[in-house]
């Protein structure tokens, strides 16, 4: 990302810095007979503001704090001196580990090892929040499966040994397409050229297949890129940096239903877990061409019932700042009312090629994309 | 008495009609009226007659129970017991005849009252399979068992002897009998096995073994060697005696003298009181009973009730008592793993109607008992469990009457069956229980039963109360106490080894976090010594040094040795006191002692108060009761406890506000 490291030991050194400082906040406390804790940014969706420089959602000015006065709180604690320590020796020896060996380590911290990987993740990113550095900065990298992608698009990748080479991601990929890597900054994957006029961004690989079988890449000159759900950070840098470096305009084909929804936030306006880096993942001018709650009734779509999680999670979103626009606010009401939910393979009611001939046209039409 | 009029109605009547009829018109009363119930009424009488058997002879019962299933509806119910044996002669009319046998006037508690019961299930049995009643029965001085084979005439109410035989048999002594007879098994609430369990639990001197129709042999093995205290037979009491049995009494006595008839044939009536209470009725203790008529009848009746009497004499009754009620519920319901035995509570002898009775109630809680099930109530009455009509139960209502919000159970309205995770055990002895009908199903709710069951259950409430704050203080202390005692230690470890300083001492910290004195214990049981041995521990968790009085108090007949330190008092009635000198901040004191001779269930928590210290600022042992009055300005100037809020102004839990990160 754009921290990228130039000089290897000096940024390291920064990240040490930046570790040693947090523990010494917490020896200190403990020696002047304080209870210790740790001051951090709310990463909620109510300490979510709009920075309108980089027309993204970020961490407000919200604190909450990590006391050891409660047992969870206490145990986090710590956890992150662990975290600390494992981070320092990593950096010390030139090691690297996943996020998910680092849970495996933890294995052998006892009472503060993690229950479930997403708890490693989760204080990976507090530690981020709180320095203001990245995880790679720390050595930790994800373990996130590869996105793909196909479409006319060349660029180069740095490969294992060092090489540099050149992918078109049309003509030097099979069906599966092009596996996006972890790291997609520049030093890794310099973006080279390519003729599309926009991205498609598909939510499921069931559509994802059915658009490169029905040929859509070449006959609407575009590129695909399956999310897999909920996209990784690798996945939301790599349509940033085609969208900044090489002017592409980027469209988000998902389901209709409120998790679908997030993800196309996560892509446009940033995800509230990783708010503190939206400026670097977030694509403001990503438009959302995924089923709506009017698409369900223009289309007569085949549907399923909303569960009582699906409602939670459209009212949460009324109250997500994210989505506090017309638009969305209809959609999410709309659906609600209806109290039904699409996928976007329900397109297939009309045909195979109902899609790609009809759907996405009228979608992708009024945007000047098609 | 109804019960004695009725029952000899029954059997006149039973003499004029056929036997079948007869069980129509009375098999609601008899406990036969379906076949699920004609079963379990079966082993019931076989049971209760065991078990009164083993009693009178003083032996510790061991009692064999089997359902078989011959046929499609077909079963064969036995009872096999080590009782004394009956001899030879009476077999056949104990099993043989309807209403045989002398307990009607005996005011001494019996399971059986009515004479009606085993000769009842023979004759259901004959009725509905046709086939005769095996009886197998052993006295200690005869070399071989007596083994018959029988019918009831039911026009003579005589036994008819099938066939006889002698036989050897392994057993010193006792009886055996099987029963074929027409019914329906079930499995569930109103079941063989739970009939059998429930008796287990009020008989921990029992040993009941059941074979079920299907599946493997159950045990319930006995809970004590000890005897229940022997019941004896004693004379009505004045209170609440009625008029018309007054009446006939004095018909009936053999006394010249109104004053020498009250003194003889009634209990705790002195001739002082006897005296008395002629006095007060206006007539001459001279007065020849069977002279008076109905007015001075009355006004005798009324100073009888009025006069001032001690309670009748206990050793009539056969109470459980609390040490084998908590017993017999460990060792049955011991697999439910319940959290909580509620120390249980029997109440001193009453009266109702001239009849002595007393009240028990025991209580257990959690474990895996269903949280969201209206509470399980065990009703029994002399030892026998009830099973049908607790609607209409004296005893189930008792429990509904009672507030058990304040006790921590939920509780509808505040009145009917509480709902948690708990089984209530509501015992009525009595020489003469109050049942709703003949049929001996429910108990009637008279008031003087009523309010004796109100006071013990609410009394068995504030046990349970004491038990759940108790463990709700400790439940919040222990987050903190894990906190300070393991997680901050090592907190403080790691980070001076990142910053590579000293480790911190961490007083402040502690005490700034848990701000209280903390007191728990261990108890250890050595099964091959019966010995428990206890310590418990004193934390002073709080930044000042701190002294205080820790209280035990035993239960009835435990005695505490090798007590370290030596108190400042051990009284006779269990009640123990260390006066604690000064424990410093963060430090710990521990007291330890022995207790010998006891099984393991019988101490698993001791019943710990504190007094001289401020009781605001301790977990774990509540004041000493009559402490809160203590003169409050010795504590002056002694920090109170943590609030339990110690949030900082508009401070956020980080670690609460997690909600969205999941989803996305």
Request: proline letters at 5%; a negative charge; aromatic letters at 6%.
């Amino acid at each position: 990302m754009s921290k990228k490291p130039k000089a290897g030991a000096a940024l390291s050194n920064k990240a040490v810095d930046a570790l040693y400082g947090i523990a010494e906040e917490i020896y200190e406390e403990l020696d002047g007979g304080q209870i210790p804790k740790m001051k951090i940014p709310l990463r909620t969706k109510a300490n979510i503001r709009f920075d309108s420089k980089h027309a993204v959602w970020k961490y407000g000015s919200l604190m909450g704090v990590r006391s050891a006065k409660k047992l969870k709180g206490a145990l986090m604690l710590l956890r992150t001196m662990h975290v600390l320590e494992f981070i320092r020796d990593m950096i010390r020896d030139s090691k690297s580990s996943t996020l998910r060996e680092m849970y495996y380590i933890s294995e052998g911290w006892d009472i503060a090892k993690f229950h479930a990987q997403e708890e490693s993740n989760l204080l990976a990113e507090d530690l981020e929040v709180i320095t203001q550095l990245l995880r790679e900065d720390f050595k930790l990298r994800p373990e996130e499966s590869g996105a793909s992608v196909i479409g006319n698009l060349t660029l180069e990748e740095i490969t294992r040994n060092g090489d540099r080479k050149r992918i078109n991601c049309r003509d030097d990929v099979g069906d599966a397409g092009y596996t996006i890597p972890y790291n997609v900054e520049k030093e890794k994957v310099k973006l080279i050229e390519s003729d599309a006029k926009f991205i498609l961004a598909i939510e499921t690989g069931g559509m994802f297949d059915r658009l490169v079988e029905n040929g859509f890449d070449e006959d609407a000159k575009c590129i695909l890129v399956h999310l897999k759900g909920q996209p990784s950070r690798s996945t939301r840098r790599l349509l940033k940096r085609l969208n900044e470096e090489l002017k592409i305009n980027v469209a988000t084909f998902t389901d209709g239903d409120p998790w679908s929804f997030r993800i196309h936030a996560s892509v446009a306006y940033g995800a509230i877990k990783t708010a503190h880096i939206s400026e670097y993942l977030a694509t403001p001018t990503a438009e959302f061409v995924g089923i709506t709650a009017s698409d369900i009734l223009n289309y007569e779509l085949p549907t399923d019932a909303l569960t009582p999680r699906d409602i939670g999670a459209l009212n949460a979103e009324m109250t997500d700042p994210r989505f506090n626009d017309e638009f969305w606010r209809t959609e999410i009401q709309a659906m609600l009312q209806l109290n039904k939910k699409a996928e976007q393979q329900a397109l297939a009611k009309y045909g195979l090629d109902y899609v790609t001939d009809t759907y996405l046209p009228e979608k992708l039409g009024p945007l000047g994309l098609m | 008495m109804p019960a004695i009029s009725i029952a000899e109605e029954l059997a006149k009547k039973q003499r004029e009609i056929s036997v079948s009829e007869f069980f129509e018109r009375n098999k609601q009363i008899l406990g036969y009226d379906s076949a699920t119930k004609a079963l379990l009424t079966a082993v019931k009488e076989g049971v209760d007659n065991s078990l009164d058997a083993a009693a009178d002879a003083d032996i510790l019962p061991d009692i064999f129970v089997e359902v078989r299933k011959v046929e499609k509806d077909e079963f064969l119910v036995v009872v096999e017991d080590n009782g004394p044996g009956i001899v030879k002669k009476e077999v056949a009319n104990v099993f043989g005849r309807l209403l045989y046998g002398s307990r009607f006037f005996s005011r001494a508690q019996r399971r059986g009252q009515q004479g009606l019961g085993i000769s009842g299930a023979v004759m259901y049995g004959q009725i509905t399979t046709g086939k005769p009643t095996k009886i197998r029965s052993k006295v200690a001085e005869q070399d071989v068992a007596y083994e018959i084979e029988l019918i009831l005439d039911t026009k003579k109410n005589r036994p008819n002897v099938v066939e006889e035989d002698f036989v050897v048999w392994e057993r010193a002594h006792g009886t055996r009998v099987e029963i074929p007879l027409k019914g329906r098994y079930i499995a569930g609430k109103q079941s063989v096995p739970e009939y059998l369990k429930a008796t287990a639990i009020v008989n921990p001197h029992a040993r009941i073994t059941y074979r079920p129709p299907e599946g493997d042999d159950i045990t319930f093995e006995r809970a004590t060697e000890d005897l229940p205290p022997k019941t004896k037979e004693i004379p009505p009491h004045p209170h609440g005696i009625e008029l018309g049995t007054l009446m006939a009494m004095m018909k009936e006595t053999k006394s010249y003298k109104l004053a020498a008839f009250l003194e003889e044939e009634f209990v705790r009536v002195s001739s002082r009181v006897a005296k008395e209470i002629c006095e007060t009725a206006g007539l001459d203790p001279d007065t020849k009973p069977k002279s008076i008529v109905l007015e001075q009848a009355k006004a005798l009746h009324d100073a009888m009730q009025s006069a001032k009497l001690m309670s009748p004499p206990t050793d009539c009754l056969s109470p459980i008592g609390e040490r084998l009620i908590k017993r017999g519920l460990k060792n049955v319901l011991g697999s439910l793993r319940p959290e909580f035995y509620a120390p249980p509570l029997t109440r001193d002898p009453a009266v109702y109607s001239g009849n002595p009775f007393q009240v028990e109630i025991g209580i257990v809680y959690g474990g895996d008992l269903p949280p969201d099930q209206p509470v399980e109530v065990l009703r029994f009455a002399n030892r026998v469990p009830l099973l049908y009509q607790a609607g209409g139960c004296a005893l189930t209502q008792s429990v509904g009457n009672v507030d058990w919000r304040r006790y921590g159970l939920e509780q509808r309205g505040g009145q009917g069956l509480p709902f948690g995770p708990a089984i209530i055990l509501v015992h009525v002895c009595s020489t003469k229980v109050p049942y709703t009908s003949e049929a001996k199903e429910a108990v009637a709710t008279a008031d003087e039963i009523m309010t004796e069951l109100g006071l013990a259950l609410k009394e068995g409430g504030r046990r349970l109360k004491t038990h759940l704050t108790k463990k709700e203080h400790r439940a919040k202390t222990k987050e903190k106490f894990e906190i300070v005692q393991l997680i901050l230690p090592r907190i403080a470890e790691k980070s001076a080894k990142i910053v590579n300083k000293k480790i911190p001492t961490l007083d402040a910290t502690i005490t700034k976090i848990m701000g209280v004195v903390w007191i728990d214990e261990q108890i250890a049981y050595d099964k091959k010594l019966k010995r428990h041995s206890v310590t418990i521990n004193i934390h002073n968790f709080t930044s000042a040094g701190k002294k205080l009085n820790l209280h035990l108090l035993l239960p009835r007949g435990m005695e505490a040795k090798s007590m370290d330190p030596k108190p400042a008092e051990a009284r006779d009635d269990g009640k123990i006191t260390w006066e604690l000198k000064r424990i410093d901040s963060v430090t710990k004191a521990s007291i330890s002692f022995v207790l010998d001779g006891l099984d393991e269930a019988e101490y698993d928590e001791s019943d710990v108060y504190v007094s001289g210290i401020n009781p605001g600022l301790v977990i774990g042992a509540e004041p000493l009761p009559g402490d809160w009055e203590l003169n409050y300005a010795e504590f002056e100037g002694e920090e109170g406890a943590v609030p339990e809020a110690a949030e900082e102004e508009g401070e956020i839990d980080y670690d609460e506000t997690e909600e969205s990160l999941e989803d996305e």
